[in-house]
C-alpha cells in the first residue's frame, strides 16, 4: 500500500454512491472500486446494481445514488430538462473498429434483400423501448441514409431475451443487439450480421452524470469521484483499446487482472467479457456534438421538451472540456 492509500486510509472515508449497470461499459467503475482507486482519494464508493438504464438516473433523482453511470435515453433528458441531472464525464461509446452493438437480419430478411444497414428502411425492428439507446440507433442510421424513423416498424418488446425471441420466431426483419448477444445468434445459425454500429454511426453511448445539487453542494466529493474514475478509464483504455497496424486489438498492459475484474463484477465468463469491450475515452472526454444531436432527436421525436437547450445537460468542467 502507497503512502498516499495509507494516509487517506487513516482518515474517515467519504461515502458516496454510484448506479451501474452490470456491464462491460462500467467496467471503469468496477476497476475503480477493485483497485483502490476511489478509496485513494478517501472516498468508500457502493455500487448499486440496476437492469435497465432508466433506473440509474432516476437514482440520482431520488437521492438513492449520488452518481449514475450507463446509457444515455430519452428519459435521461427528460430529468435533464427538469434539472434533476447533469452529465459530467464520458462512459463508452460506439466507435469505429470496437464491436459493441450489431446490426442482425433474420435468415429469411437477408434472403429477401436485407443485405446492408441501409436496407434496413421499411423494415420491422425489435427494440427494447421507445426512448432507447437502440431506438437513438435507428434513428442515427436514418439519418446517414435519408430516411426517418417513421420508415421504419419498431417493435418495442421491454428488454433483450424478448427481442432475440422475436428474431428467432420471425416476427421482425432485424434487430440491433448487444455485442455478445449478436455473436450467439450468427453462431447459432439464427441470423446474418450486417455490421456494426460503432463503424457506421459511431456516437456518445454513456455517460457519468450525478445531481446538479451534488456539483453544487459537494464539489469537493465530485472531484475526488471524477479524478479516481479517470485513473481507471486511462488504465481500461491502455489494457483494451490498443490496436495493430491491422486494426486488430492488442492486449495491453494489465489486461488479464482487469478482465477478471469486470468479469466478477458482471458475472460473465472473461471470454465473453473479451468479445464485447466497448471504446472509452482515457480522458474521459464526451462526444458533445453527439449529445446535442441526441437531444435534437429526442426533441423531434416528440421524447424530449423542445425548450430544452442541449448544453444546458452538461457540465464538464472536470473532464477538463
Given amino acids: 500500500m502507497s503512502a498516499g492509500t495509507s494516509a487517506a486510509l487513516a482518515q474517515p472515508l467519504d461515502k458516496a454512491t454510484v448506479g451501474v449497470l452490470a456491464l462491460s461499459s462500467s467496467g471503469p467503475i468496477f476497476i475503480a472500486k477493485a483497485k483502490g482507486?476511489?478509496?485513494?482519494?478517501?472516498?468508500?464508493?457502493?455500487?448499486?446494481?440496476?437492469?435497465?438504464?432508466?433506473?440509474?438516473?432516476?437514482?440520482?433523482?431520488?437521492?438513492d445514488a449520488d452518481f449514475g453511470v450507463t446509457g444515455l435515453t430519452a428519459g435521461f433528458y427528460n430529468l435533464a430538462s427538469k434539472g434533476a441531472v447533469t452529465i459530467i464525464a464520458a462512459q463508452s461509446r460506439d466507435e469505429p473498429g470496437f464491436p459493441l452493438s450489431a446490426y442482425l437480419a433474420t435468415n429469411a430478411a437477408f434472403e429477401a434483400g436485407l443485405k446492408a444497414p441501409a436496407d434496413l428502411k421499411g423494415k420491422r425492428i425489435a427494440i427494447t423501448t421507445v426512448g432507447s439507446t437502440f431506438h437513438y440507433m435507428i434513428g442515427l442510421l436514418a439519418q446517414k441514409h435519408g430516411f426517418t424513423v417513421k420508415d421504419v416498424t419498431m417493435v418495442p418488446l421491454q428488454d433483450v431475451p424478448k427481442m432475440v425471441a422475436a428474431f428467432k420466431g420471425g416476427q421482425v426483419d432485424a434487430i440491433i443487439a448487444p455485442s455478445t448477444v449478436s455473436r450467439q445468434l450468427v453462431a447459432d445459425g439464427a441470423g446474418k450480421m450486417l455490421g456494426w454500429v460503432g463503424d457506421e454511426t459511431p456516437w456518445q453511448l454513456g455517460a457519468l452524470f450525478t445531481a446538479p445539487k451534488t456539483m453544487k453542494d459537494r464539489r469537493p466529493l465530485v472531484e475526488k469521484f471524477v479524478r479516481a474514475y479517470k485513473t481507471a478509464l486511462a488504465e481500461y483504455h491502455a489494457a483494451f483499446n490498443g490496436k495493430d497496424a491491422t486494426g486488430a486489438l492488442v492486449k495491453g498492459p494489465g489486461y488479464d487482472e482487469l478482465l477478471a475484474i469486470i468479469a466478477d463484477a458482471t458475472k460473465q465468463k472473461p471470454d465473453i467479457v473479451a468479445a464485447g469491450l466497448p471504446y472509452v475515452d482515457p480522458q474521459a472526454r464526451l462526444l458533445v456534438d453527439d449529445v446535442v444531436n441526441q437531444v435534437k432527436f429526442w426533441q423531434s421525436e416528440g421524447q424530449v421538451d423542445k425548450a430544452l437547450d442541449p448544453k444546458s445537460v452538461m457540465d464538464l468542467s472536470l473532464a477538463g472540456q
Fill in 37 to 63: 482507486y476511489f478509496a485513494k482519494e478517501g472516498l468508500d464508493v457502493e455500487l448499486k446494481m440496476f437492469t435497465s438504464a432508466q433506473q440509474v438516473p432516476v437514482a440520482v433523482t431520488s437521492g
